[in-house]
């Protein structure tokens, strides 16, 4: 028997903690634990259910309690302001006590229903699956730039997902806890989870209809685009910024003293004067910015270097006769 069959017997009987994250959904929230709970008696395994109230403004804190009082296996986080997902995971995995992990947000509204087929392709030995929301049923505005979002955060980090923030995550608690995300970077956790070799997958799960936030503000996009950077350079030069910074750095000062060499020799043959030109300032900033990256860089690898013994640039999966 291979060890990934040996690896699924030994999981179908772990409890599960599910961690559901909300903001006002107070119309919506006794359809959403009914429904949770209706999906996870039928597979018949332990679980506790952990509602995460982001710092909800209407009656959801007052409702969680209700039904808090009436099933124990419901624990109820409440957060004093809206901190976003990333702490809201964070405060589920703090307060939760299983090893099997089923995260969902409240807002993408999707398919309760669907959990045990996604807890059978984690048993299959995958350690995190994805929630691939299909179809859409959010306004046309979002799922083009969700579209974007994703085909971009695909191309960068190789990790090739159709819906990687999508809000639906489930996994292992080692697999989290080996994972350093907070504000935004919640979203790329698949990605996160990939670069340190976990198998990852996605899997579609329907999306009820109900009401949706709109990403219509340009600050938005600017937020996602600037995650987008940070993703790309935690993912390929956390460990070794001088291969970044020093590399445009470098051809900022080659294109710099390029210009300058072509302004020296154009004025030592007397051609004409360079004084005043614009193309003796590009030169000048080229050379400036391009030391200014490179010493960045070197200032990188020395904290780098200095706390090296702190990082840990690898992640064990087994240790057999140890």
């Not at 209706?38 to 969680?64: A, P, Q």
């Not at 990188?300 to 013994?309: C, D, P, V, W």
Request: net charge positive.
């Amino acid at each position: 028997m291979n060890k990934r069959n040996i690896r699924s017997k030994a999981v179908q009987s772990t409890p599960i903690s599910l961690i559901v994250a909300l903001y006002n959904f107070a119309e919506s929230l006794e359809k959403l634990y009914e429904a949770i709970i209706h999906s996870m008696e039928k597979m018949g395994d332990c679980f506790e259910l952990v509602f995460i109230d982001d710092g909800s403004t209407d009656s959801t804190h007052e409702r969680l309690v209700t039904l808090a009082k009436k099933d124990k296996r419901v624990r109820i986080i409440r957060l004093r302001s809206m901190f976003g997902e990333a702490s809201a995971l964070d405060a589920g995995l703090k307060y939760s006590h299983y090893d099997r992990i089923v995260y969902f947000s409240g807002r993408v509204r999707a398919n309760p229903d669907e959990i045990p087929e996604f807890l059978k392709i984690l048993d299959q030995g995958y350690d995190l699956v994805v929630g691939w929301r299909y179809p859409r049923r959010d306004s046309i505005l979002n799922r083009w730039i969700s579209r974007m979002f994703n085909w971009l955060v695909s191309r960068i980090s190789k990790v090739r997902l159709h819906d990687i923030n999508s809000g639906i995550i489930i996994t292992y608690r080692s697999v989290l806890e080996n994972i350093s995300f907070y504000g935004d970077l919640y979203s790329f956790i698949p990605v996160l989870a990939k670069q340190q070799g976990y198998r990852v997958t996605e899997k579609k799960i329907e999306q009820l209809p109900g009401s949706f936030r709109s990403s219509k503000y340009p600050r938005e996009y600017l937020k996602r685009l600037l995650d987008i950077i940070t993703v790309f350079f935690l993912s390929r030069y956390s460990k070794r910024p001088i291969h970044f910074l020093g590399f445009l750095g470098s051809v900022f000062v080659v294109l710099g003293l390029g210009i300058e060499g072509y302004l020296f020799i154009y004025r030592i043959l007397q051609m004409g004067p360079i004084a005043g030109r614009p193309l003796l300032v590009l030169g000048a900033l080229l050379l400036v910015v391009g030391i200014q990256m490179i010493s960045i860089g070197l200032l990188g690898e020395m904290i780098i270097f200095t706390h090296a013994g702190e990082i840990e640039e690898y992640n064990i999966e087994e240790i057999i006769n140890e």
